[in-house]
C-alpha cells in the first residue's frame, strides 16, 4: 500500500508541504481570534466572573493554551523517534478540532473556565505539528533552500494571526465569537485524511532513510565536553530526497531502524551543552513574548490613541500590517539566509581548492568539510538574526516619539519587518544548534521556553500595565472619549511591551560571538582556508570587496610557504 500512495502525485513533498502550511495557518488563525474580538470577550470575562479588570483575564486566556502545549510539546518530540511526524500531526489536529469545537462551546455558555480549559487542550493540537514537522521540512529541503521552504512555513505565523483579528472581528459582529471557533473545526477535518494517508506514504524517519541508504551529518558547537567549542557529529536517517545533501554511510549501524533512540536526559545534556542554542532560545523568547503582548492589545491600543474608531477597523488595519510585515520578513529572511550561506559553502569550497591544490566539489567534501560548512551556515543565520533584532527593536522603540497616524503604522510595519526576518533563521540555527536526532526535541524545548517565558507572562504583564497606565480604558470600548483620555498612557504601555525587546538583543549579540568563536577553534585547516571563506566569491579570481563576517574576528598570519616548495595562493592582510 506505501507504494502505491507513494505514485499519487497527491502525495508528493510539494502538495504535502502547502498542506502542512494551511495547518499552520488555522492554528495561528486560531490564535488571533480572542485578541480580534477584545471587547466581546471582554464583555464575556465580566459577565462570567464578575471582575472589573478584564484584560487580565483576557491576557490569561490568551497565553493559556501553553499549559497542554508545554505538557504534550515534549511528549511528541520523544514519540517521533518511534512514530511518523503525519501520525502526530494526525493525533494532535484530531485534539485541536475537539479543542476548538470545546471553545465554541464555551462561548455559547458565557463560561470563562469552560473557555480557558479548551484553550489549554488546543495547545495540545498545536506542539504535535510545531515539534515534528519542522525537521521534517528541513530534511526535504534542498540544500540551497532550507531558509526559504522553512520562511514559508513560519509566514504562516504573522498571516494566520492577523488574518485572524479579522476573521475574528468580522464573525463575532456577524455571527457570534462562538462560530469563529467552530467554522475551524470543519475546515480542519478533511485535512486530518490527507494526514492519514501521508503518515502511510512516510512511516517513520529511521526505516525511510534505511532503505535509502543515505545519512546526514550535523554538527554542534558546545562548550562541555573535551575542547571548548568542539565539534560533535552525530549521524542519523534522515529524509532526503536530495542526493548531494546526503553522504553513504561508512557504518551500518547508524541506518538500522531499530537504533535506539537517546534517552531523555541525554538529549537535554546534548540541546543545553550548546551555549548558542540556549542564547538563541532566550532570544527568541523575548522577542516572542514582545510581539504576543504587541499582538494581543495592539488594536484597542490603537483605538485609544485615537487613529480608529471601530474594533472592526483598528484590528483589519493592525491585521494587515502584522500579515505584510511577517509575509515579507519570513520570506525575505530565509531568501537572504539561503544566499549568504550558499555563497559562504562556495567561498569555502573554493578555498580549499586554492590552499590544497585540488578541484573544489559540490558533494565529494570529508567530515571535517561538513562540519565547517555547517558551522558557517549557523554563523550566517546567528548574524542575520542580532543585525534584524537590533534594526527591529530602533524602530519599534522609535514609534513612541511619533504622533502621526500615517508615519506610526509605517514605523510600526518597518519594525515588525525585521523582527519576522529573524523567523527561518532562528529556527534554522535552533537545529543546526544542536546533533540531527535531537532537532525535534530542540525544537520541542525551543518551543515550551518560548512559551512559558513570553507567551504566558507577556499578555497578563501587558494587560496589567494597561490597566496601570490606563485605568480609564479597562472594560470600556477602546474608541469611548473615557478611553481616549489616557491616550498618553496607552503610548506607553506600547513602549513598554516592546522595550523588552531589548533582552532580544543583548542574546542574539552573544549568540553570534559565540557562533563565530566556535567555528575559529573547530576549523582545523590552515587559517588561509577561512579568510579565503570569508573573504573570495564563488570563482577562484575573484575577490569580494566586503568579507562575508569581520575579518578581524578570524585572521591569524598566515605561515610563509615552505622552502623550496611552490608557492601557494595566500590570503592574509
Not at 508528493?12 to 488571533?32: A, C, E, K, P, S
Not at 488546543?122 to 526535504?140: A, N, T
Not at 492577523?162 to 463575532?172: E, P, V
Not at 549501524?253 to 540541546?271: G, R
Request: overall charge negative; glycine content about 8%.
Amino acid at each position: 500500500m506505501k507504494e502505491r500512495l507513494g505514485r499519487l502525485s497527491l502525495l508528493d513533498t510539494h502538495n504535502i508541504f502547502v498542506v502542512l502550511f494551511v495547518l499552520n495557518l488555522l492554528q495561528y488563525i486560531d490564535r488571533g481570534i480572542i485578541p480580534g474580538s477584545t471587547n466581546q470577550f471582554s464583555a464575556l470575562v465580566v459577565s462570567s466572573l464578575g471582575t472589573d479588570s478584564p484584560d487580565v483575564y483576557i491576557g490569561l486566556l490568551q497565553s493559556s493554551f501553553i499549559i497542554g502545549f508545554a505538557t504534550a510539546s515534549l511528549i511528541f518530540a520523544r514519540l517521533v523517534h518511534y512514530y511518523s511526524p503525519f501520525y502526530l500531526a494526525l493525533v494532535g489536529m484530531s485534539i485541536w478540532c475537539v479543542a476548538v469545537l470545546a471553545s465554541g462551546i464555551a462561548v455559547a455558555l458565557d463560561s470563562y473556565v469552560l473557555l480557558i480549559l479548551a484553550r489549554c487542550l488546543s495547545g495540545v493540537g498545536e506542539s504535535s505539528l510545531q515539534c515534528s514537522i519542522p525537521p521534517w521540512i528541513e530534511s526535504k529541503a534542498g540544500p540551497g533552500s532550507k531558509g526559504s521552504w522553512l520562511g514559508l512555513f513560519y509566514s504562516a505565523i504573522p498571516v494566520g494571526t492577523a488574518f485572524g483579528y479579522t476573521y475574528s472581528s468580522l464573525m463575532s459582529e456577524c455571527c457570534g465569537a462562538k462560530y469563529a471557533f467552530i467554522l475551524e473545526a470543519f475546515l480542519m477535518a478533511p485535512f486530518l485524511l490527507f494526514l492519514a494517508l501521508a503518515a502511510v506514504r512516510y512511516p517513520d524517519i529511521a526505516s525511510s532513510a534505511a532503505a535509502d541508504g543515505n545519512i546526514k551529518t550535523s554538527i554542534s558547537i558546545n562548550s562541555s565536553g573535551g575542547d571548548e567549542g568542539s565539534l560533535n557529529t552525530h549521524a542519523v536517517a534522515p529524509m532526503s530526497l536530495s542526493a548531494s545533501d546526503s553522504v553513504s554511510s561508512s557504518s551500518s549501524s547508524s541506518l538500522d531502524p531499530h537504533f535506539a533512540a537517546p534517552t531523555l536526559t541525554e538529549e537535554v545534556v546534548l540541546v543545553f551543552s550548546s551555549p548558542v542554542y540556549v542564547c538563541i532560545v532566550l532570544g527568541y523568547a523575548a522577542q516572542t513574548g514582545s510581539l504576543i503582548g504587541l499582538g494581543t492589545f495592539g488594536s484597542p491600543i490603537l483605538q485609544g490613541i485615537g487613529y480608529f474608531d471601530s474594533q472592526t477597523e483598528a484590528s483589519t488595519i493592525f491585521g494587515i500590517l502584522v500579515s505584510v510585515s511577517g509575509v515579507i520578513g519570513s520570506l525575505g529572511g530565509g531568501i537572504i539566509l539561503d544566499a549568504r550561506a550558499k555563497k559562504a559553502t562556495s567561498a569555502y569550497l573554493t578555498a580549499q581548492a586554492l590552499v590544497r591544490g585540488k578541484e573544489s566539489s559540490e558533494t565529494d567534501h570529508s567530515d571535517a568539510d561538513k562540519a565547517t560548512i555547517g558551522a558557517l551556515y549557523l554563523v550566517q543565520a546567528c548574524g542575520l538574526i542580532f543585525g534584524c533584532s537590533v534594526c527591529g527593536a530602533i524602530a519599534l522603540w522609535s514609534v513612541f516619539l511619533i504622533r502621526d497616524e500615517v508615519l506610526f503604522l509605517l514605523i510600526t510595519a518597518l519594525g515588525c519587518t525585521f523582527v519576522f526576518l529573524t523567523t527561518p533563521c532562528i529556527n534554522l540555527a535552533v537545529m543546526q544548534a544542536v546533533p540531527l536526532q535531537s532537532r525535534s526535541f530542540a525544537i520541542a524545548v525551543c518551543n515550551l521556553l518560548i512559551h512559558a517565558l513570553g507567551d504566558v507572562p507577556s499578555p497578563v504583564l501587558a494587560g496589567l500595565l494597561k490597566d496601570r497606565l490606563a485605568p480609564d480604558c479597562a472594560g470600556v470600548d477602546a474608541a469611548s472619549d473615557q478611553c481616549r483620555a489616557d491616550s498618553q498612557g496607552l503610548r506607553w504601555v506600547f513602549f513598554l511591551i516592546t522595550l523588552w525587546l531589548v533582552w532580544t538583543v543583548l542574546f542574539n549579540g552573544l549568540a553570534f560571538c559565540l557562533a563565530v568563536g566556535g567555528v575559529r577553534r573547530m576549523v582545523d585547516v590552515d587559517s588561509r582556508i577561512l579568510y579565503a571563506t570569508l573573504s573570495t566569491s564563488s570563482t577562484h579570481n575573484e575577490v569580494l570587496n566586503e568579507p562575508l563576517l569581520p575579518k578581524e574576528l578570524f585572521l591569524e598570519e598566515a605561515p610563509p610557504p615552505e622552502e623550496g616548495g611552490s608557492e601557494q595562493p595566500t590570503f592574509s592582510l
